[in-house]
């Protein structure tokens, strides 16, 4: 994506920092646009638990460079390959729920033992991290180009700019490029028609608020932030199309867990006749996973993110706290949003019912 006539992807290697990848640090967007050179597994956890990427894909593929890292390490301090295995343990606790971190580590794993602990190891690992990363590009691209049919459909039945709602951000900061809800967008406003997003602004990081607002006003796409709450009451007064937002995990049966907040909208969106989309690449599909409400792990973050509300006070981006100081709270960073209040999955390999026969149907064609 463009930046101040700058072409961006979330993640990328630079010839300045060849034993790195270079990251944009997210807790500042929109106010401090500041990258971050990660260069060792260590700083990719941290990178990964402290958010400074974030997004499904992004820290799947985040984590598979920090195998690369943590192939380096185990070259230079002479270590076994059980090193390789607490490192892929440790990134894998960085964020429980996205099943792209452990499919990101995996790839890089298997690439890693096919080839054995040997000269030249480290650029396999390099290498698969590398494919990894052009692969959810592509992944975005083709999101992109089988969810603009929906947006164009709805254009030619109104004659009107599609109002789309999307909830945390599923856009390029969240992927490599492109995004995943918000890739039919971009494609939309690229073919000249005309969209307008309400983003939900998706408390208690706000992802939202600070990340789709800013990636929307950088493309010049038209938007309204709205208050977590509103889109019930939008859906009411008819004055939404669509809704399509991101999944950090899909199991086999079409039942997604999103950011919390999604099941809400899904619902209000069932009682609204709206239709409600998710997207996603099969990287993030769960084929092992069939009941999903007690296989996956639901992170809990810390309850700081509740108390405390960050901003810009025209300097410096500062926290606040919001509520009385010994408030109990409970801060899920996921919900579920079961397949009867899915009307299709919008996937690289094109839109799916959200239903186990065409779920398992396209992987394996794709696989
Ligand atoms: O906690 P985050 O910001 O990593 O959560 C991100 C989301 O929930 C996205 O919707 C999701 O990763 C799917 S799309 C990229």
């Not at 990964?48 to 230079?76: D, K, N, S």
């Not at 995004?179 to 969209?195: C, F, S």
């Not at 509520?323 to 299709?344: A, C, E, H």
Request: glycine share 8%; hydrophobic share 40%.
């Amino acid at each position: 994506m463009n930046i101040d006539g700058k072409d961006y992807t979330s993640i990328w290697r630079e010839p300045s920092h060849p034993n790195a990848v270079v990251v944009i640090d997210q807790r500042k967007l929109p106010f401090v646009f500041e990258k971050r050179v990660l260069s060792n597994s260590h700083m990719v956890f941290q990178s990964i638990q402290e958010m400074w990427v974030r997004g499904a894909p992004l820290i799947g593929v985040t984590g598979a460079y920090g195998i690369y890292f943590g192939c380096l390490e185990m070259m230079h301090e002479h270590k076994g390959q059980e090193y390789l295995v607490s490192v892929s343990n440790k990134l894998l606790s960085a964020r429980p729920t996205a099943v792209n971190l452990k499919y990101g580590i995996e790839k890089v794993i298997e690439a890693v033992n096919k080839f054995g602990i040997r000269k030249g190891v480290t650029e396999a690992a390099l290498n698969a991290a590398d494919r990894l990363r052009e692969k959810e590009i592509n992944r975005s691209s083709r999101i992109a180009d089988h969810g603009v049919s929906l947006l164009r459909q709805i254009y030619q039945k109104t004659g009107k700019p599609v109002n789309v709602l999307t909830h945390c951000n599923a856009g390029w900061l969240a992927c490599i490029d492109y995004g995943t809800a918000l890739a039919p967008v971009y494609k939309a406003h690229e073919q000249g028609i005309p969209v307008h997003v309400y983003v939900d602004e998706t408390r208690p990081r706000n992802q939202g608020a600070r990340l789709t607002a800013w990636e929307l006003a950088t493309y010049g796409i038209p938007y309204t932030i709205i208050a977590d709450n509103t889109g019930g009451f939008l859906m009411i007064k008819k004055m939404v199309d669509i809704v399509i937002v991101g999944s950090d995990v899909m199991s086999i049966n079409g039942d997604i867990v999103n950011k919390i907040g999604t099941y809400l909208k899904a619902l209000a969106a069932k009682d609204n006749d709206v239709p409600f989309y998710a997207a996603l690449p099969l990287s993030t599909i769960k084929r092992d996973m069939n009941d999903v409400f007690n296989e996956v792990e639901i992170e809990e973050r810390s309850s700081n993110e509740i108390r405390y509300i960050e901003g810009w006070n025209g300097h410096n981006i500062e926290s606040l706290r919001i509520t009385p100081k010994t408030s109990n709270v409970l801060n899920y960073g996921f919900d579920i949003t079961p397949s009867r209040l899915i009307t299709g999955i919008i996937t690289d390999a094109g839109i799916l019912d959200a239903k186990k026969d065409a779920i398992l149907k396209i992987l394996n064609q794709s696989y």
